[in-house]
């Protein structure tokens, strides 16, 4: 094999140019595979970041709606099979119960699933409806009661503040963090004070800590934050009343089974972040897809120049291939020079395109990008998993083995008889 | 090695061309050649000397009859088992020289020696350089092939052909393309590598002159042995 690797290494020191054209070639095509990979992963884990990062995997909640089974279908079941049969009964304009949109034995539910080996974080939160007074206008809004530590660490919180210190929201009582569409509504700036007024009628005063900016503008215009025990303040409910629970999973795909697990265990609404974002991984799909199919495309248009240049160079090498198979070389000692021949200037143009993949993508990851709707992103993005060199390394060998198997098979039969009698 | 004296057996070789109508070459062929025999084959242009030799050479494989060569036959073998023994047994020397011209001089000669595999690199390289010498080529070692003159090259294709010991030697008009002092200096070396190797030769030629001088002269004719 070394003997065979040697021959095949000295033919291409004697084509040398064309053998650099080919592999250039090669380069060319993985250094777009990788940058355009890079680029098109890092766009999707951005926008996918946009909605995921804010999003529990899994949200349970309760939701006001009319009970399944109204007083009167309990007296029908009753009545069934016995000397009074029930009769048809029609019941109009059906209102929800009359309820608190509150989770019922939230704290319990916290406490299982905080021992739960599947969950990751679990934080609850607290929705409130107010108005916000300013002068004689009154603004809707929505204020979330968070966790607000548990939030930094889990749905990057910190990252969507353009302004203030988050954990002046932990520390301080009736504090809040504004959405930027609101706080410019308001010209409320950081210090100032905020009126609210709850549905229930209950005023209060609270101050700016921060400006949030998801990057969504409808949202950034109702949405604030706030501590969770300021908004229970606010509402004048107890320490344990949370709308809501979130969970942040180990196993994101495992989010729909275990929403479902949920709900029917604790009697709540559970809803998964598949359901709840189903758009986003079509996106996805589809982006990685293109990028894929230009990335193929650009290798087999690379492998057809090996092809190309494989084929010359046996043409012009029919008499060293007939002299070294009548001096004991056989067929597929040939076919080997001439498959690592073209396996070399693979895995030579798969490796600089490596590198000129890296090089492109550093370059792409420093063109600055700055955008309203993504205010911590300051340049493009780049997704520089590994995975994308090692998909596009196993391409670069597999479609010039596949070039090179062809040509390579027409050197084995030459026949070497046909080239010297030829002469 | 075998028990036979003979290193090269041809028994009834039979061949025809099919494209574009069947015509026999080779009728009944049969002859053999014994270690250290110097034997030349003549003939009129197209009498079939040349397809004769390929077969011998087993390169050729189309063909009825059987070649046994070293007490093997080779009719039915393998394209690995046919490359090894023309690896092992023998050595070719064409009317064209046939070095490869991206490799140095010294190179091309130990080619064969290194895909036999049975020395290391040094000992090929120490047998190649030996081998130039005793064919006065060794200043030219180190060379690129196509840098020398016709009668340098044959010389070098000499040398490759006697790299690993070859048992028989076979030549396809090795003096065709040369002058008459060469010719005459590739003609010396070979009786020398009879007389001194005890190898075989069998050489196709064309010159009277040539075939006059060998031990045994075997004139074709009409793909026949005629004497």
């Not at chain 1, 069934?80 to 704290?107: C, I, M, Q, W, Y």
Request: charged share 20%; with cysteine.
């Amino acid at each position: 094999m070394k003997l065979l690797l040697t021959i095949a290494l000295t033919l291409l020191r004697a084509k040398l140019r064309q053998s650099i054209v080919a592999a250039v070639g090669v380069m060319f095509s993985i250094t777009m595979f990788v940058a355009l990979l890079g680029f098109m992963n890092g766009l999707n884990d951005l926008l996918d970041g946009l909605i995921l990062n804010r999003t529990p995997h899994v949200r349970l909640y309760n939701e006001l709606q009319a009970s399944p089974k109204q007083p009167i279908d309990v007296d029908y079941e009753e009545h069934v099979g016995t000397d009074f049969p029930p009769t048809h009964h029609f019941v109009r304009s059906v209102k929800p119960k009359d309820d608190l949109p509150r989770l019922r034995n939230a704290e319990a539910i916290m406490q299982a699933m905080e021992r739960d080996p599947r969950v990751m974080a679990v934080s609850p939160r607290l929705v409130a409806q107010v108005f916000f007074n300013v002068g004689t206008v009154d603004l809707n809004g929505q204020v979330n009661g968070i966790d607000v530590v548990q939030e930094i660490r889990h749905y990057r919180f910190a990252d969507y503040l353009t302004q203030g210190d988050p954990h002046d929201l932990a520390t301080g009582n009736n504090t809040i963090v504004l959405g930027k569409g609101l706080a410019d509504m308001m010209a409320a700036d950081i210090g100032e004070t905020v009126q609210v007024t709850t549905a229930a009628g209950d005023r209060a005063l609270l101050r700016v800590v921060g400006i949030f900016q998801s990057g969504i503008a409808d949202y950034d215009k109702v949405q604030c934050y706030a501590n969770i025990k300021t908004v229970q303040k606010l509402l004048a409910r107890p320490g344990s009343y949370y709308t809501d629970i979130n969970l942040k999973l180990h196993d994101l795909t495992a989010a729909p089974a275990m929403a479902r697990e949920l709900a029917a265990r604790f009697k709540v609404d559970a809803v998964d972040v598949q359901t709840a974002n189903a758009q986003f991984e079509t996106g996805s799909d589809v982006r990685s897809i293109i990028s894929y199919a230009v990335g193929v495309v650009l290798l087999i248009v690379a492998g057809f120049g090996i092809y190309n240049i494989l084929n010359m160079m046996i043409y012009e090498k029919l008499d060293a291939i007939a002299i070294l198979k009548a001096t004991g070389f056989s067929g597929s000692d040939v076919r080997r020079i001439f498959l690592l021949l073209s396996m070399i200037i693979g895995l030579v143009g798969g490796v600089t395109g490596l590198l000129g993949g890296f090089t492109m993508q550093t370059v792409i990851d420093n063109v600055p990008f700055e955008t309203a709707a993504l205010p911590t992103t300051k340049t493009f993005p780049i997704d520089y998993d590994p995975k994308y060199y090692i998909i596009a390394v196993s391409f670069a060998l597999l479609t010039t083995w596949i070039a090179g198997w062809f040509p390579a098979r027409k050197a084995a039969q030459v026949d070497p008889v046909e080239i010297i009698r030829g002469k | 090695m075998s028990g036979s004296p003979n290193i090269l057996d041809v028994e009834k070789v039979n061949k025809s061309f099919h494209d574009p109508v069947t015509v026999p070459v080779l009728k009944d062929v049969s002859f053999s050649v014994r270690s250290g025999e110097f034997v030349s084959i003549t003939g009129k242009s197209g009498c079939g000397k040349s397809t004769l030799l390929y077969i011998l050479s087993t390169m050729d494989t189309e063909y009825e009859g059987d070649v046994v060569i070293d007490g093997e036959r080779t009719q039915g073998l393998g394209g690995e088992r046919l490359a090894a023994i023309r690896n092992e047994k023998i050595g070719f020397v064409f009317q064209f020289h046939y070095l490869l011209p991206e490799f140095s001089v010294l190179h091309n000669v130990m080619l064969p020696g290194l895909k036999l595999g049975r020395k290391s690199a040094a000992e090929v390289e120490a047998d190649a350089m030996a081998r130039l010498k005793e064919l006065e080529m060794d200043g030219q070692a180190l060379k690129m092939a196509n840098q020398l003159s016709g009668g340098q090259k044959q010389r070098v294709a000499i040398a490759r052909a006697l790299i690993n010991d070859p048992l028989i030697i076979m030549g396809d008009e090795p003096t065709g393309n040369l002058d008459k002092r060469n010719a005459e200096i590739v003609f010396g070396i070979f009786q020398h590598i009879a007389a001194e190797h005890r190898r075989s030769l069998l050489i196709v030629t064309h010159d009277p002159d040539f075939a006059a001088r060998t031990d045994r002269n075997i004139v074709m004719d009409d793909g026949r042995i005629v004497s």
